[in-house]
T-cell receptor, first 114, second 111 residues
Framework: NAGVTQTPKFRILKIGQSMTLQCAQDMNHNYMYWYRQDPGMGLKLIYYSVGAGITDKGEVPNGYNVSRSTTEDFPLRLELAAPSQTSVYFC?????????????FGPGTRLTVT | AQRVTQPEKLLSVFKGAPVELKCNYSYSGSPELFWYVQYSRQRLQLLLRHISRESIKGFTADLNKGETSFHLKKPFAQEEDSAMYYCALMDSGGSNYKLTFGKGTLLTVNP
């Protein structure tokens, strides 16, 4: 199993550009999550999904959109990129929600907006 | 609001010395606490969680509700323990699946 995969690994965007960060998992997990980690800070939840077709906002959703058309994929869309979105983005997945289920993380995407 | 505080950004110890990484939390509900670790060039991964009451790689953590702490301890540090450690909190009772992370502590174990 590849686990949780993310593409690209690195990306530089100009202000106002858009892009999609890809996330896929092959563990048949129902729950998927997007976090961002700013320098020197902890991870913050952007969006999460409890199954195909169901998504919900996390702590910092502004400036982002998500979709979940399949169990495997959970892309994160940035519209009109801003310097404040410079961060490392982590995708994670878990079989279920709540404290009993471990979240498995991807390797991250390092995004710079200039 | 949920908040997790890790007061030490950096912690350096010598091999064989005891190590304690501090974690304090603020939450009015019923929290569940976790420790995640990220070794160099590896992914963030779960180290241990309070609900499991387990010891992983010699590390233990005790939830002290009176002091609202969940400090991570190991009696004899090893060089391979050098990593970034994050404390995290989740609401154990509701449908909120959000993990709230602390800012992390970079542990360096010197030979």
């Amino acid at each position: 199993n590849a686990g949780v995969t993310q593409t690209p690994k690195f990306r530089i965007l100009k202000i106002g550009q858009s892009m999609t960060l890809q996330c896929a998992q092959d563990m048949n997990h129902n729950y998927m999550y997007w976090y961002r980690q700013d320098p020197g800070m902890g991870l913050k939840l952007i969006y999460y999904s409890v199954g195909a077709g169901i998504t919900d906002k996390g702590e910092v959703p502004n400036g982002y959109n998500v979709s979940r058309s399949t169990t495997e994929d959970f892309p994160l869309r940035l519209e009109l990129a801003a310097p404040s979105q410079t961060s490392v983005y982590f995708c994670a997945s878990s079989y279920g929600g709540g404290v009993s289920y471990e979240q498995y993380f991807g390797p991250g995407t390092r995004l710079t907006v200039t | 609001a949920q908040r997790v505080t890790q007061p030490e950004k950096l912690l350096s110890v010598f091999k064989g010395a005891p190590v304690e990484l501090k974690c304090n939390y603020s939450y009015s509900g019923s929290p569940e606490l976790f420790w995640y670790v990220q070794y160099s060039r590896q992914r963030l991964q779960l180290l241990l969680r309070h609900i499991s009451r387990e010891s992983i790689k010699g590390f233990t953590a005790d939830l002290n509700k009176g002091e609202t702490s969940f400090h991570l301890k190991k009696p004899f540090a090893q060089e391979e323990d050098s990593a970034m450690y994050y404390c995290a909190l989740m609401d154990s009772g509701g449908s909120n699946y959000k993990l709230t992370f602390g800012k992390g502590t970079l542990l360096t174990v010197n030979p």
